[in-house]
């Protein structure tokens, strides 16, 4: 069992672990302190507790060689040292997930805050780095300078003494790396701020702003460097040996800005701490009154002004708070004069106030910049630096507070580590006998008991009605206190300590687990009153400052609380409470620190000191429990799962019950039964080694288990790589085989094909040489053949022409013989059918005037039958009128007659009805007439008829449509059967505007210089009078004038009034030539007549007619047609003639001059 404890026990000075000490007691104890503290080793343990002696000079063990030495080490290991603790609570907190507390207890200048300090400074050396987390880690450090400087100050004790309780939770993730921390504070003596003790400063920022900050700022909180000046800081030790507070108030500020201070809060900071000192030198007067008593009035009032300036407070207002006092009684108000004594103890309640709020917003607004981010749970620890128990010559409400607050400490201490311990062994049948100890819960029940305690009494004095005094307060627990065995007062009903004079008359005094304290009742009342007049507060709410303001919540006036604030012991007495049970959720580890003298140097051991610090700090019985017990104790099942793998039967899982596999890894590592015992639900290892050694061994079998791990891993990763690259191998060796006999077979094939194609060409050549041969042979025979019956045919072809020959002279006499013979014959037959046919023409005249003769005899028969039957039928009917006529009345034949006209009329007209042709007017058919006597009707209905369905025809018409029409007719009239043009125009609608005049942009102008409304507007062509050829014109027709204008530029180039028209000269062919005839003398006639042509020129002179038809002078325009006229160009009169020219494709008639009396228009004949 080989465990490394060489650090502990090899060179060790004394025993590093006291349970380790032979013997024990008190002297070898002290003994081994001191020998431990004279070689410098000021740390010894007891178990997990560490002592730890105040060494009064800087060592050289905590370098960061030192954290790396102690990292990650057990406990035991190494030599004692601090860092041991604060890397067990650290892992502990890290690896087992158990929220963690350090409690730091110990007296004034025992080392408490160093200490806590240096758990911080450890853990945030191991824990994990990264930009974020050293911010946060920076940030929880840097909180420690800034709150020392406003929160300790230089006793007779400490230096450095810290005067508030402070309990900081460090708050970590999951892989235990910082997040942020939150920080309670207690209670600050605040009453050091208006007055120190001799030999004591106050806080120690008043002396670092006034030595460190610069001129220019001095100059801005209104401060003088001098110390002296302020009756707030005591002189006698203003300077500390060992403490420059010019670079401190540096470090302090660097810190603030670290913390994440913004500039303006610091200013703000300083300003409040100006104002407290600049408050210390304000001094009264008194001021007599008309009724006789003294009122206060501030004596200087400079420092009230520049106090006021600073805090942006009205001066007026604050210097009545200081005069005056309202006390407000539900409706009622009342104000009251303030003495000088008043007003000097208002003037200090108000700087206490104001400097101990100005603490608590700095602790706040740290704990705003270092509060965790992240929502997610984390694990805790806990570091708690409170003011040690301390004992003065002159004791006040303050160290009774300090020292209730140590008694609790050492309350949880015995709970925990003593009595629990104990109690637990019982609990878990573990034998065990009894170890006495000193339970101070005694102490703590004197002070806190909510009935007789002294807190409770105190508040009870406070609350009363009618005069309360210190005095008052002291005799109530002279009364209720009496009996208790630890207090003590004169004038308590307990005799004995009538005779002690060491016991003052205005004190009492607490036999406490650390030594018996005398305390002065004096301000006791006040101090737990903790008393403002709301008078300031009011004031300092209406400061114009945005922090002062809000730090005096209760000046609001429209908040005006009457209920009287809790206590100052009151509100202790609760966060302790909360603290205590805080604490108590946590893993415990302590460091007790030890002071080993008075006089703050290093290497001086007051034995006295130390030996007292020993006893009521419980250390021997924290020995004597810790030696008769056990180092170490775990439940069953946590202990099976974190050592299970050391045992093969509990590896991997064990089935029975959780004790019986730890009894079987027991028995299995085979660790002596002595060093063990099992309890209940427990095993208590009572060696620290024992249970290092199953660490050790837990540490070997993980790696042995890591390495088996990483083994399989490998083995499996290499497996499987293998098994990877061997599939892979297959794949590929699969496809290079095909591959290569994909290759090798195109190859074969290739060679094969080769062989075979020479073979085949081989074979094939031989055949073919056979074949030929064949071929040779067969044509050789045929050719002999062929020659053969060659000459075999021409011999009988010679024989058989010889033959025919002879045949044909043959035929040739038996073709004459034949002929001769045959024609012979013909005549022969020629003569018989000539006599033949005389015969019947000659029978069939006969036949034919003998049928004559019977047809004639047949038709006279006929007759005469049918004149029988007229006679026949005209006497019949004879005989039937006759017979009927006396039936008949006179005109009935009439009636008949009308009747059957009737009835035939009307079956004619229902006819007519239903076979009535299409309304069309051009439909020319028209019903069969049925008789002859309705032909006249029959027409004339025809006649109506038709005029009736042109009437409705021309009724559809519009009014445009039938000036259309009548535009038809009146070019039907002038031109049908006159030109041979017009037909072709029949089909063509009279359009006008051919060219959308007053809707083209282009013809605008041309448009507007028109009046009237254009009638036509169309391109034409204007003859040159000179040559015949055309130039482009636009016409345009209004009632009044035709106009000739430029086709590009719409320009007008000839306007003719219509009157000034004679006559208009067409053509009778198929041309659209016309001259615009003008009357002689006219204004328009100067150049003569215009020779035009138009592609429109039967609805041009139609529409040149109809208005000059309808004009209303009446004159008629005359159409000339005729295919020669005259025209007259200026002076002379020119024959235009229209020939007929060889039909042309393309555009009609070319006109050409012929001389100065002749143009001929060459019209190509229709096609
Ligand atoms: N480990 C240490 N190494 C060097 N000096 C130390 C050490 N511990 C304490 N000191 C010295 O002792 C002084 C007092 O220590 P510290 O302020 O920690 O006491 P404390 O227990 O917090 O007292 P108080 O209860 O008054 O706050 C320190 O200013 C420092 O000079
Ligand atoms: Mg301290």
Redesign the pocket.
């Known amino acids: 069992m080989e465990v490394k404890t060489k650090s502990l026990l090899d060179n060790m000075i004394g025993v590093g672990d006291m349970v380790l000490l032979e013997p024990l007691s008190e002297d070898s104890f002290i003994e081994n302190l001191r020998k431990r503290f004279d070689h410098n080793e000021?740390y010894t343990y007891i178990g997990s507790v560490v002592i730890?002696m105040?060494?009064?000079?800087?060592?050289l063990i905590?370098s960061p060689e030192k954290v790396e030495e102690y990292r990650n080490r057990n406990f035991y290991e190494l030599s004692p040292h601090?860092y041991a603790l604060a890397d067990e609570a650290y892992r502990s907190l890290r690896d087992q997930d158990k929220d963690q507390c350090i409690l730091?207890t110990?007296?004034?200048?025992?080392?408490?805050?160093?200490?806590?300090?240096?758990v911080m400074s450890y853990v945030a050396a191991v824990c994990g780095k990264g930009q974020e987390v050293n911010k946060v880690k920076e940030q929880l450090l840097q909180s420690n300078p800034v709150l020392e400087a406003f929160g300790?100050a230089k006793?007779v004790?400490?230096?450095?003494?810290?005067?508030f309780g402070k309990y900081m939770d460090i708050e970590f993730d999951f892989k235990g790396d910082p997040l942020g921390g939150v920080i309670s504070n207690y209670l600050l003596e605040k009453s050091r701020v208006v007055k120190q003790p001799r030999g004591e400063r106050n806080f120690h920022i008043f002396y670092q702003l006034l030595s460190g900050a610069s001129d220019d700022t001095l100059k801005k909180l209104k401060l003088d460097r001098d110390f002296s000046k302020y009756n707030y800081l005591s002189l006698d030790s203003a300077v500390v040996n060992?403490l420059d507070d010019a670079t401190s108030f540096r470090t302090v500020r660097n810190a603030m800005q670290i913390v994440g201070f913004m500039e303006d809060e610091v200013q703000s900071v300083l300003e409040l701490v100006a104002a407290v000192l600049k408050l210390g030198n304000i001094e009264f007067k008194p001021e007599s009154r008309c009724n006789g008593t003294d009122e206060s009035r501030v004596k200087d009032k400079n420092d009230l002004k520049e106090m006021c300036e600073l805090l942006g407070i009205e001066q007026s207002v604050l210097e009545r708070a200081f005069s005056y006092r309202t006390v407000e009684a539900k409706l009622e108000k009342v104000s009251t004069t303030l003495n000088v004594a008043q007003a000097y103890y208002a003037r200090d309640a108000l700087a206490k106030n104001l400097y101990s709020r100005l603490f608590s917003w700095i602790v706040t607004r740290i704990n705003e910049s270092i509060k965790a981010q992240a929502k997610t749970r984390h694990k805790v620890m806990g570091v708690l630096?409170?003011?040690?128990?301390?004992i003065f010559d002159d004791n006040s409400f303050e160290q009774f507070i300090i020292n209730y607050c140590n008694e609790k400490l050492q309350q949880i201490f015995i709970e925990l580590t003593l009595r629990e311990e104990q109690e637990e062994y019982i609990r878990e049948d573990i034998e065990w006998t009894n170890i006495e100890y000193f339970n101070n819960a005694i102490i703590c029940d004197l002070i806190e008991n909510h009935q007789n305690g002294i807190l409770a009494m105190l508040d009870e004095e406070c609350l009363r009605p009618g005069t309360v005094t210190d005095e008052t307060f002291l005799d109530k627990l002279n009364t209720v206190c009496a009996q208790h065995q630890h207090f003590e007062s004169r004038l308590s009903k307990n005799s004995k300590f009538l005779t002690d004079h060491s016991l003052p008359h205005s004190c009492f005094r607490i036999q406490h687990y650390a030594g018996k304290v005398l305390y002065r009742v004096e301000g006791f009342v006040d101090k737990n009153n903790d008393l403002l007049y709301r008078d300031l507060s009011q004031a300092m709410y209406k400061a114009n400052h945005s922090l002062i303001k809000h730090l005096f919540p209760e000046g609001n006036p429209a908040k005006v609380n009457l209920k009287r604030p809790p206590t100052a012991g009151f509100q202790f007495k609760a966060s302790v409470g909360t603290l205590m049970r805080n604490l108590q959720t946590k893993n415990p580890n302590y460091i007790r620190?030890i002071?080993p003298n008075d006089k703050?140097a290093p290497h001086i051991f007051t034995e006295s000191l130390v030996c007292h610090q020993v006893r009521y700090l419980g250390l021997m019985e924290n020995v004597r429990v810790r030696r008769a017990g056990y180092a170490f104790r775990q439940a069953y099942e946590p202990c099976l799962e974190r050592y299970k793998m050391l045992c093969k039967r509990t590896w991997p899982h064990w089935r029975g019950p959780a004790r019986e596999g730890v009894e079987m890894l027991m028995a299995d590592l085979q660790v002596p039964a002595e060093e063990f015992s099992y309890g209940r639900s427990k095993i208590f290892i009572r060696n620290p080694r024992t249970l290092f050694f199953l660490e050790e061994r837990r540490r070997q079998c993980l790696q042995d288990l890591a390495t088996l791990i990483q083994k399989i891993y490998r083995g499996w990763k290499c497996r499987t790589h293998f098994l990877l690259l061997k599939k892979s191998q297959i794949v590929v060796a699969a496809w290079y085989r095909r591959y290569a006999q994909e290759k090798k077979y195109q190859k074969i094939k290739r060679a094969t094909t080769v062989v075979q194609s020479y073979t085949r060409g081989w074979q094939a050549r031989k055949l073919l040489r056979e074949l030929k041969h064949q071929k040779r042979c067969k044509e050789a025979v045929t050719t002999i053949a062929a020659y053969w019956h060659g000459t075999q045919a021409r011999m009988e072809l010679r024989r058989l022409k010889q033959e025919v020959l002879n045949k044909h002279a043959v035929t040739v006499i038996w073709a004459y013989w034949q002929g001769t013979k045959a024609r012979r014959e013909l005549r022969q037959l020629k003569e018989a059918a000539r006599n033949k046919h005389a015969v019947s023409v000659i029978w069939a005249g006969w036949q034919g005037t003998k049928a004559r003769r019977e047809l004639r005899r047949l038709k006279e028969e006929a007759r005469r039958k049918n004149a029988v039957a007229v006679i026949w039928a005209y006497w019949k009917g004879l005989k039937v009128r006759r017979e009927y006529r006396k039936f008949f009345r006179a005109n009935a034949g009439k009636k008949i007659y009308n009747f059957t006209i009737q009835r035939i009329m009307q079956k004619y007209f229902l006819g007519l009805k239903s076979t009535l042709p299409s309304m069309s007017p051009i439909d020319k058919n028209w019903p069969v007439r049925p008789y002859i006597f309705l032909d006249g009707v029959h027409t004339e209905l025809r006649r109506i008829f038709h005029l009736w369905r042109c009437k409705k025809y021309r009724s559809r018409f519009t009014e445009d449509k039938k000036a259309v029409y009548e535009e038809k007719l009146e070019a039907s009239e002038l031109f049908k059967d006159k030109k041979a043009l017009y037909p072709s125009s029949v089909s063509q609608p009279f359009k006008g505007d051919y060219l959308e005049i007053s809707k083209n942009p282009k013809y605008q102008k041309l448009n507007s210089s028109v009046d009237e409304k254009v009638l036509l507007a169309d391109v034409v062509n204007k003859i040159n009078r000179a040559n015949g050829k055309g130039a482009t014109r636009i016409l345009l027709l209004t009632k009044k004038n035709v106009v000739l204008a430029d086709q590009k530029t719409g320009q007008v180039k000839a306007s003719v009034a219509l009157p000034d028209l004679t006559s208009v000269s067409v053509s009778t062919q198929n041309d659209g030539f016309f001259a615009l005839r003008l009357k002689e003398g006219s204004a328009s006639a100067v150049k003569g007549d215009f020779l035009l042509s138009s592609e429109h020129l039967i609805e041009t002179i139609t529409k040149l007619h109809h208005i000059g038809s309808a004009a209303s002078d009446g004159e008629q325009l005359n159409v000339d047609i005729a295919d020669e006229f005259l025209v007259q160009f200026k002076q002379d009169k020119v024959c235009v003639k229209f020939i007929q020219g060889a039909p042309k494709n393309g555009n009609g008639a070319s006109c050409k001059r012929k001389n100065n009396r002749l143009l001929e228009v060459s019209v190509p004949a229709s096609a």
Do not use: H, Q, V, W
């Open positions: 000021i730890s105040n060494p009064y000079k800087s060592m905590y601090i730091i110990g007296e004034s200048g025992a080392g408490k805050t160093e200490a806590s300090k240096l300790n006793t004790r400490n230096d450095n003494s810290s005067r060992g630096d409170i003011y040690g128990f301390e620190c002071k703050k």
